[in-house]
């Protein structure tokens, strides 16, 4: 510790790294950088979970403020398994998942732009008995108008959050992703901003859920930060397609 | 009540059961923990229908990562506060602008943050730490609360403060790193 300039302690670059992030003083792209190497650098992720422990005795200071009573509500609803879909939904034949698998995958490699969802049944167990239906899984594949795929989406009924995974690297900076379900030519509802630069789960309020069924189409538009200020698409579209069921 | 009401041992086995599915364990840690996580997220937010939309996210996030949860890397109260600090920051990153309050209403909030915590002092870390805190320059320490209470950014508390960058980074870097060694000597 000997030599180091007055003004600046002597850290290594990822402590001080570490240290910014738990502080919550960077910004949005370096807060990326950081949670990207958090899920696959154990390492440095010691270091932002230590000055994590280290700030948080802070967070005493802070005088508890009792939620509206409502809010377990809304939380309830979108944590609670939905009423099962699977009697409106054809039942998948066996092995059918993994078939339509390899082919929404293909789609994708082949650079449509359709969306294909597939609806999964777990081994159904027959046609009633809904408390005890396995869970569904519905997985999209969005691709860009010039066909590159540009992330993958799945929805687990259980949990009420769909899981986005980027197919590519985008540069978005400054500017927010925002997901939008379009139903029989209805004006476009936002499903809220998201996350296409790293692997992430969005979790999406229960009642618009509704919307993500085959016929549907869902869109991606780049918004100013923040999310569009109209309520609809204002932004560039980069990706669409139409959820078709296998 | 503060979260000193819940013992990390109840949090943990209230997410255990969370993780496995039992919805009435997550309203427990709901109702146990919720309060301190939105006086969190409001501080950063400030705008309440925004602080509350994120409390929701917050916890529809912890229900679906409660199996993630791991005792031995964090306290349940600290994993659930990340969670929400990370959220409201997101959130606030995400605003094109934030409204800011000058200077001046900076270090009154620091100000008042001691009377605050002079209610909880029983609880040994805090104390610990703003007892650091208070060893440090005014102005270092209203930076590292601007930084964590707030979630500002260094380049937002430069422009709002008229404090370069590089010197507001090595308030708050020389700061922490006393806080810290304070800390690991006293434990």
Redo the contacts between chains.
């Keep these: 510790m000997s030599g180091e300039p007055p003004e600046m302690p002597e850290m290594t670059a990822d402590d001080a790294l570490a240290m910014d992030y738990a502080l919550g003083a960077l910004d949005r792209p370096s807060r990326r950088n950081v949670e990207t190497r958090l899920r696959s650098d154990p390492a440095f992720r010691a270091l932002v979970e230590a000055w994590q422990a280290s700030l948080a005795p802070l967070d005493e200071a802070t005088a508890p403020v009792a939620p509206p009573a409502d809010l377990w509500e809304r939380i309830a609803a979108e944590t609670a398994p939905p009423a099962p879909v699977r009697a409106a939904a054809p039942a998948p034949s066996p092995g059918g998942f993994w078939q339509s698998l390899a082919v929404w995958r293909g789609l994708a490699l082949a650079g449509s732009i359709a969306a294909v969802v597939a609806i999964a049944g777990v081994a159904p167990r027959g046609p009633v008995a809904p408390a005890a239906a396995p869970p569904q899984l519905l997985v999209a594949s969005l691709a860009a108008s010039d066909g590159t795929p540009l992330l993958s989406a799945t929805y687990d009924p259980l949990r009420g959050s769909v899981a986005l995974a980027p197919a590519t690297a985008a540069d978005h900076r400054g500017r927010s992703p925002e997901l939008w379900v379009i139903v029989d030519g209805q004006p476009p509802k936002s499903l809220g901003l998201i996350d296409i630069d790293g692997a992430n789960a969005h979790a999406i309020p229960a009642e618009r859920l509704q919307g993500l069924k085959p016929g549907a189409t869902l869109a991606i538009s780049i918004e100013p930060q923040g999310g569009s200020p109209t309520g609809l698409p204002t932004g560039p579209v980069v990706a669409t397609g139409k959820l078709v069921a296998i | ?3 000193g009401a819940a013992p990390a041992s109840t949090l943990a086995a209230l997410l255990a059961r969370a993780a496995a ?1 039992d ?1 009435a364990a ?2 427990d840690f ?1 109702d146990r923990t ?3 996580l ?3 997220i ?3 937010l400030v705008e309440r229908g925004e602080a ?1 939309d994120v ?3 917050v ?3 912890i ?2 990562k409660a199996a993630e949860f791991d005792p031995a ?3 349940p ?2 994993w659930g ?2 969670i929400a ?1 990370n959220r409201a ?2 959130r606030l ?4 602008v934030r409204p800011t309050s000058p200077v001046e209403a900076a270090y009154d909030l620091a100000d008042d ?1 001691p009377s ?2 002079a209610v ?1 002092v029983a ?1 040994g ?2 104390a ?3 007892a650091v805190l208070a060893t440090l320059e005014p102005a270092h320490a209203a930076a ?2 601007a ?3 707030e ?5 937002a ?1 430069s422009q709002r403060d008229n404090v370069p960058v ?2 507001l ?2 308030w ?3 700061g ?2 006393k ?2 060694q304070q ?1 690991e000597a006293a434990a």
Excluded: H, P
Aim: glycine share 6%; net charge positive; proline share 0%.
């Design positions: 009540m503060t979260a599915g919805q997550f309203r709901y919720s309060a301190k939105f006086g969190i409001l501080r950063i509350e409390l929701q996210e916890y529809v996030t229900w679906r890397r964090a306290s109260i600290t506060a990340t600090r920051i997101d990153r995400a605003r094109a943050s605050a915590e909880l609880a870390e805090a610990r730490v703003n590292i609360r930084c964590y209470f979630g500002l950014t260094y380049e508390l590089g010197t980074k090595s708050v870097r020389r922490l790193v806080l810290r800390l």
